[in-house]
């Protein structure tokens, strides 16, 4: 049981490029989340997912997107990065069925991105 | 809406020692509050959570923390520390979304 499992780990990309981050996880959860952290601010909410083919924004949306490609899987997407966007991206995931964010969640290891 | 504010950005304690991470929060709806720990590299996991009924809330790795409605606090508590216990920890409260304070990061020495 591997819980919740993101990659890649690292990634360096240049002002403009495009790349997806991949999360998956095995508990058979319903609700997902991508989280990204800067220092000295917690942890924001970019996109969350209720459900298989449900996704919804965040607090920090901007510059991203999102898909539920299944019940297990759930990736993020740069389209054009921008420095940024420079930070470490969790992504989460919780039993409720209706992204409710008061269920514990579990989380990622963690993308670190530097975008230069 | 919710706020959090932990008030100490970092705190060096020695092993052994007591230690408290201290948490406020305001929110304008009932609300839930949890204890998230960070370890080196790693996501986060729960340390504990409080929802509804006893105050005084016990999780794992032997911290606790006491629900203070009145002063609207949350602190974490543990009585004797261990170097292991060296990782950020971040409050968070669940009224209408989940907000997360902006870490401790505890510093254990021995």
């Known amino acids: 049981n591997a819980g919740v499992t993101q990659t890649p780990k690292f990634q360096v990309l240049k002002t403009g490029q495009s790349m997806t981050l991949q999360c998956a996880q095995d508990?058979?959860?319903?609700?997902m989340y991508w989280y990204r952290q800067d220092p000295g601010m917690g942890l924001r909410l970019i996109y969350y997912?209720?459900?298989?083919?449900?996704?919804d924004k965040g607090e920090v949306p901007n510059g991203y997107n999102v898909s539920r490609l299944n019940k297990r899987e759930f990736s993020l997407r740069l389209e054009s990065a921008a420095p940024s966007q420079t930070s470490v991206y969790f992504c989460?995931?919780?039993?409720?069925?209706?992204?409710?964010?008061?269920?514990?969640?579990?989380f990622g290891p963690g993308t670190r991105l530097t975008v230069t | 809406a919710q706020s959090v504010t932990q008030l100490d950005s970092q705190v060096p304690v020695f092993e052994e020692a007591p230690v408290e991470l201290r948490c406020n929060y305001s929110?304008?709806?009932?609300?839930?509050l949890f204890w998230y720990v960070q370890y080196p590299n790693q996501g986060l996991q729960l340390l504990l959570k409080?929802?509804?009924?006893?105050?005084l809330v016990k999780g794992i790795n032997g911290f606790e923390a006491e629900f203070n409605k009145s002063q609207t606090s949350f602190h974490l508590r543990k009585p004797s520390v261990h170097i292991s216990d060296t990782a950020e920890y971040f409050c968070?409260?669940?009224?209408?979304?989940?907000?997360f304070g902006a870490g401790t990061i505890l510093r254990v020495k021995s």
């Open positions: 989460a995931s919780s039993s409720g069925t209706s992204g409710d964010q008061g269920d514990e969640q579990y």
């Open positions: 508990m058979n959860h319903n609700s």
């Open positions: 997912s209720a459900s298989e083919g449900t996704t």
């Open positions: 929110s304008s709806v009932s609300v839930y």
């Open positions: 409080y929802l509804s009924g006893s105050t």
């Open positions: 968070a409260v669940y009224g209408n979304k989940l907000v």
